[in-house]
T-cell receptor
Framework: KAGVTQTPRYLIKTRGQQVTLSCSPI?????VSWYQQTPGQGLQFLFE???????NKGNFPGRFSGRQFSNSRSEMNVSTLELGDSALYLC???????????FGPGTRLTVL | GQQVMQIPQYQHVQEGEDFTTYCNSS?????IQWYKQRPGGHPVFLIQ?????EVKKQKRLTFQFGEAKKNSSLHITATQTTDVGTYFC??????????????FGQGTILTVHP
């Protein structure tokens, strides 16, 4: 069964800093999606990468960016952090047979 | 843009009671998925519905997809404390080029009192 690891699991940053989060699909899936989860806005799509190319992008400012490497590992970067960026950032891979999305445990980012 | 609305936002039940959450999309969906997120956890896929009017069952859980493919429901019979969590519906985002982009409902938080 497919799986996803995310690092770090917890992170505390201050306003104005930048942060990089990592997502590693265990089985080498080529499609990786990122979501932001907050109590107020719920689960919101950030972007999707497929074979190192960004295939879809959500409605987030340019401070949010990402990339995918040839081994399917993906990173997302948030620059000039704001308090409102505090959230659980989830990475997911999709099973092409049934569209099931496997989510990683997430990175809990706190911006002070 | 596409919106997926879910009601109720919260549901408190006594163990053994039934529970239903409803999902409505502003656009017709090619499919709808349901996820469960336990407190402190991450969303876990439950099921995908594809056909108009489709009904699927998983033990005490019954999922329905509306005839117009714009609404769906999840019904749990005789809730147990293990059912506690947030239940989300999600559909492929309108205009998206792949199923990797989902629009999620706000979720229904279920608490079960023993």
């Amino acid at each position: 069964k497919a799986g996803v690891t995310q690092t770090p699991r917890y992170l505390i940053k201050t306003r104005g800093q930048q942060v990089t989060l990592s997502c590693s699909p265990i089985s080498g899936h080529r499609s990786v999606s990122w979501y932001q989860q907050t109590p107020g806005q719920g689960l919101q799509f950030l972007f999707e990468y497929f074979s190192e190319t960004q295939r879809n992008k959500g409605n987030f400012p340019g401070r949010f960016s990402g990339r995918q490497f040839s081994n399917s590992r993906s990173e997302m970067n948030v620059s000039t952090l704001e308090l409102g960026d505090s959230a659980l950032y989830l990475c997911a891979i999709r099973d092409p047979l049934n569209n099931e999305q496997f989510f990683g445990p997430g990175t809990r980012l706190t911006v002070l | 843009g596409q919106q997926v609305m879910q009601i109720p936002q919260y549901q408190h039940v006594q163990e053994g009671e039934d529970f239903t959450t409803y999902c409505n999309s502003s656009t017709t969906l090619s499919n709808i998925q349901w996820y469960k997120q336990r407190p402190g956890g991450h969303p876990v896929f439950l099921i995908q519905l594809v056909k108009s009017g489709e009904v699927k069952k998983q033990k005490r859980l019954t999922f329905q997809f509306g005839e117009a493919k714009k609404n769906s429901s999840l019904h749990i019979t005789a809730t147990q404390t293990t059912d506690v969590g947030t239940y989300f519906c999600a559909g492929p985002s309108a205009g998206g080029t792949s199923y990797g982009k989902l629009t999620f409902g706000q979720g229904t938080i279920l608490t079960v009192h023993p």
